[in-house]
């Protein structure tokens, strides 16, 4: 360990933040440490404090009420006949119109009833159902637990309980950042998650109701994240079925970023995928993919661009435009 780590590991103490310690010391372990900028190394090492910090506070409100149970969640509930549960009402409850509408929730009963239990498994409920439209109405560069977290003023780790949750109800699933990122200064380092079910995302975003609804054209980067779910679905089956193939996503803080990109092991090649919602595509919109290109020249890489066209159309050097129905011929 170097004296300035050492330096800085004295004054964190000394300021009780263990964030900046824990994040400076993961950073000085890359082998590209010594090129870091000076501005996003504070930058990272703030933003790791920051989260620490809040993760701290929802801990110590929730020591504070003695009320909460992490695994606690509706689907266990014990409806024995001495307890007396109506299962409907229960499930009703577990739905949080009520706390949508602004009603209040009193539970009583005997010491040791489950009291306590009943009232965190229905907070679980709220919580998970708040993660999971915060997944799917965020784009996938801007959704990471820190990013959950704050915008709904939870906890970090509760965050990443129900995401795990959600993943083991196949409802959600993630989409890992491609191992190149990280030899980038300004890389992000998080996965993208995506909606499985486009109905689900549908709803969540609020375009459908009883039955589905046509989404206009006033809303373009809704339609792009439908068809972005709709392309991981279709490239997602390649990698199940060929280990050797790998789904990735890869974005810079600088704003650029590649919806998905599929590598294949063997040749160390890569096919880089944007999305688009235009019926008619020029060069210019293959401005993203050019400049990742540009910045891995040491790998071959092959620009697809999905559009929302009829016909494929090859663009000399820059890549091809391919229909997004030929997806599902």
Same mark, same amino acid.
């Given at each position: 360990?170097?004296?300035?780590?050492?330096? @800085?590991?004295?004054?964190?103490? %000394?300021?009780? &933040? $263990?964030?900046?310690? #824990?994040?400076?010391? !993961?950073?000085?372990?890359?082998?590209?440490?010594?090129?870091?900028?000076?501005?996003?190394?504070?930058?990272?090492?703030?933003?790791?404090?920051?989260?620490?910090?809040?993760?701290?506070?929802?801990?110590?409100?929730?020591?504070?009420?003695?009320?909460?149970?992490?695994?606690?969640?509706?689907?266990?509930?014990?409806?024995?006949?001495?307890?007396? @549960?109506?299962?409907?009402?229960? %499930?009703?409850? &577990? $739905?949080?119109?009520? #706390?949508?509408?602004? !009603?209040?929730?009193?539970?009583?009963?005997?010491?040791?009833?489950?009291?306590?239990?009943?009232?965190?498994?229905?907070?679980?409920?709220?919580?998970?159902?708040?993660?999971?439209?915060?997944?799917?109405?965020?784009?996938?560069?801007?959704?990471?637990?820190?990013?959950?977290?704050?915008?709904?003023?939870?906890?970090?780790?509760?965050?990443?309980?129900?995401?795990?949750?959600?993943?083991?109800?196949?409802?959600?699933?993630?989409?890992?950042?491609?191992?190149?990122?990280l030899t980038f200064d300004r890389g992000v380092r998080s996965p993208k998650y995506v909606i499985v079910d486009s109905g689900w995302l549908c709803g969540l975003l609020g375009f459908c109701s009883t039955a589905p609804s046509v989404i206009s054209s006033d809303h373009p980067e809704v339609v792009r994240q439908l068809l972005t779910n709709w392309t991981w679905a279709q490239l997602a089956t390649l990698t199940d079925n060929d280990p050797d193939l790998h789904?990735?996503?890869?974005?810079?803080?600088?704003?650029?970023?590649?919806?998905?990109?599929?590598?294949?092991?063997?040749?160390?090649?890569?096919?880089?995928?944007?999305?688009?919602?235009?019926?008619?595509?020029?060069?210019?919109?293959?401005?993203?993919?050019?400049?990742?290109?540009?910045?891995?020249?040491?790998?071959?890489?092959?620009?697809?661009?999905?559009?929302?066209?009829?016909?494929?159309?090859?663009?000399?050097?820059?890549?091809?435009?391919?229909?997004?129905?030929?997806?599902?011929?």
């Open positions: 360990m170097s004296r300035s780590v050492m330096d @800085l590991k004295e004054a964190c103490l %000394e300021l009780c &933040a $263990g964030g900046i310690l #824990i994040k400076a010391m !993961e950073l000085v372990k890359l082998p590209n440490y010594q090129s870091l900028d000076p501005v996003e190394f504070l930058y990272e090492c703030l933003v790791s404090e920051a989260a620490r910090r809040q993760t701290r506070k929802v801990a110590t409100r929730i020591k504070k009420s003695a009320c909460f149970y992490p695994d606690a969640c509706i689907e266990n509930t014990l409806y024995a006949p001495d307890r007396n @549960l109506n299962r409907g009402l229960i %499930e009703r409850l &577990a $739905g949080c119109d009520w #706390i949508r509408n602004g !009603e209040h929730c009193v539970i009583t009963g005997a010491t040791g009833s489950g009291k306590t239990w009943l009232a965190s498994a229905l907070m679980n409920a709220l919580l998970l159902r708040k993660v999971y439209r915060k997944v799917g109405a965020a784009s996938g560069e801007n959704v990471n637990l820190t990013h959950i977290a704050e915008v709904l003023d939870i906890g970090r780790p509760f965050v990443k309980h129900c995401l795990e949750t959600l993943e083991r109800l196949c409802l959600v699933d993630r989409v890992p950042v491609w191992p190149g990122t789904l990735w996503h890869f974005a810079l803080r600088t704003g650029l970023s590649i919806d998905l990109i599929l590598e294949d092991a063997n040749t160390g090649s890569l096919t880089a995928f944007q999305i688009s919602t235009k019926e008619n595509v020029t060069e210019s919109d293959f401005t993203s993919l050019v400049k990742f290109r540009d910045l891995v020249k040491d790998r071959e890489v092959q620009n697809v661009l999905l559009y929302c066209g009829q016909s494929l159309r090859r663009f000399d050097s820059i890549g091809t435009a391919v229909p997004l129905a030929f997806l599902w011929l």
